[in-house]
């Protein structure tokens, strides 16, 4: 009678490596598309020409979240939030996008640093989705845990070689 206790043994090993391969990949590249959903960008000096008295310009970001900072490029002065307009989620040719108009004839064509932080494209603004998101995450990765142990365990691998 032939014993194939090791076959089994060395294909279960195979068997759990594989899976925690491919387990480890998916999660990874799932992980990188859940982070633009969930997670804002800081973006700091961010030049920007601005266009004429009343002219929208695109700025980076779907939404911005909370303020935006102006610095003259030239002078290093705060310039004022009195003198222009941050408009979320506008649609400029076809790409939904934010916004900023200039209010002021002093600030306008000229080239400022700006300073804030917006949401990206694919953010989203429901807290819900957000926890949601993050939640998959964890639970794929212990899904994968499971996976990977619950047959070493009731094989009794860790027995065999006396552990």
């Known amino acids: 009678m032939k014993n194939n ?17 491919v387990g480890v990949i998916l999660l990874l590249s799932s992980a990188q598309n859940i982070h633009p959903t969930v997670n804002t960008v800081d ?8 266009g004429a ?25 705060v310039i004022g939030a009195a003198n222009y307009t941050v408009t979320d989620y506008e649609l400029v040719d076809s790409t939904l996008t934010a916004t900023l108009n ?3 004839a002093t600030i306008a064509s000229q080239t400022v640093n700006l ?22 995450i964890i639970l794929f990765a ?16 860790l027995e065999s070689i006396g552990k």
């Not at 008295?53 to 002065?77: A, K, R």
């Not at 300073?115 to 998959?136: C, K």
């Open 5 to 21: 206790k090791g076959q089994i043994l060395i294909g279960g090993i195979i068997m759990i490596a594989i899976t925690a391969i």
């Open 43 to 50: 973006l700091v000096n961010y030049s920007v020409a601005l």
């Open 53 to 77: 008295l009343y002219t929208e310009t695109s700025i980076p970001g779907i939404g911005v979240v909370g303020d935006v900072v102006m610095h003259n490029v030239t002078s290093g002065v």
């Open 102 to 104: 200039v209010t002021s």
């Open 115 to 136: 300073s804030y932080t917006y949401q990206p494209e694919g953010y989203s603004t429901n807290s819900g989705a957000r926890a949601v998101a993050n939640l998959i």
């Open 142 to 157: 212990l899904s994968i845990a499971v996976v990977t142990l619950t047959p070493t365990l009731k094989s009794k691998i």
